[in-house]
């Protein structure tokens, strides 16, 4: 009699907790991704390791850039990268998630950054790396599933690493160095809005080279104000007001209509959004933002 009891229930949990990791995969439709998994022999380990897995929808893979589609086809080792960097040892339910925490992912020295954003109707949603959670908490036998929006790819460095390696950004740059806020730039957590080296050409343009002061005060206002203390991806923003580092002087962001491009103080587009860095995420814009302080405006008037 128990033991009939045991086995009824154990029947229960078993089909509580669906099949594998593979076989739930299958089932959400993540036909992509299983089939990369299995290209480059991950499919194994998805069948007996115990496993969180973040699982990129079918479209999540359509919508890459040609060129990350052409990378990840043409390099086996960047795939792998990506792909371990997908999943976490152990479980991960969504009630887990604390925002701006790191968790570690199966691609060694990487780590995923998880944030809880508000939605319009205040309802709170997670975000991995900047990719929004669509399904949570899909139970496996041996592990656990969550649908996820985008592809994530892992921070290739901090703020400063990535404004080094761009060939963008000099004139930004330059700008950190001369305000000596190398440091600063390497270990502040949050968003940097980093302006191209065109748009720092326009601001000369308007106001003169030489007026421009990097290593003075309004330089180095000019710089904090580019940094939100708050990691804030694409996925999470909203119409409103952010604080910058700059003594939390506020700066506005706008969202278009539909949700696909964002302005900063009705000045600057956002034309590359969401690079994932180790301390936050950058989105690259096409002016350079100026604290109020120093707006030909406000010294006029
Ligand atoms: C395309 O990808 C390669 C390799 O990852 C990278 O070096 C290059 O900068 C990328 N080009 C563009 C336009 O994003
Ligand atoms: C794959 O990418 C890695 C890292 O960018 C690079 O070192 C390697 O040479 C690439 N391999 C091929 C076959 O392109
Ligand atoms: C943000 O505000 C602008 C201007 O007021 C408006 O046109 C836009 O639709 C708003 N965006 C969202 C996502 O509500």
Do not use: W
Request: with cysteine; aromatic share 6%.
């Amino acid at each position: 009699m128990a033991l009939r009891f045991i086995f009824a229930v154990a029947c229960v949990i078993s089909l509580a907790r669906g099949g594998t990791l593979v076989e739930e995969a299958a089932k959400l439709g993540a036909t992509t991704a299983l089939d990369l998994l299995k290209q480059v022999g991950l499919d194994k380990t998805l069948e007996t390791d115990y496993l969180t897995l973040f699982l990129p929808t079918n479209q999540a893979f359509a919508d890459m850039s040609d060129n990350l589609s052409k990378t990840l086809a043409s390099n086996e080792s960047v795939l792998t990268g990506v792909l371990l960097f997908h999943a976490t040892s152990g479980i991960f339910r969504a009630q887990d998630a604390v925002d701006d925490m790191l968790i570690e992912s199966k691609l060694p020295a990487s780590k995923i950054r998880v944030n809880t954003y508000d939605d319009a109707n205040n309802a709170v949603f997670i975000t991995l790396n900047g990719a929004k959670v669509l399904q949570a908490d899909v139970l496996a036998s041996n592990g656990i599933v969550h649908l996820i929006d985008r592809v994530m790819l892992p921070p290739l460095g901090n703020f400063y690493d990535l404004i080094s390696m761009s060939d963008i950004h000099k004139t930004l740059k330059k700008l950190i160095d001369d305000a000596g806020f190398q440091q600063l730039i390497q270990t502040s957590k949050g968003t940097l809005f980093a302006p191209t080296d065109s748009a720092f050409e326009a601001l000369f343009a308007r106001v003169g080279r030489d007026n421009v002061d990097f290593a003075g005060l309004a330089g180095k206002e000019s710089t904090l104000y580019h940094i939100l203390p708050k990691v804030l991806y694409s996925s999470g923003a909203m119409n409103g007001t952010y604080t910058t580092y700059n003594m939390g002087e506020k700066l506005t962001v706008t969202i278009s209509a539909d949700g696909n491009s964002a302005m900063i103080d009705n000045m600057a587009n956002v034309i590359v959004s969401d690079i994932p860095a180790t301390n936050g995420v950058i989105h690259v814009i096409d002016k350079v933002l100026v604290p109020k302080a120093y707006r030909p405006d406000t010294i006029v008037g």
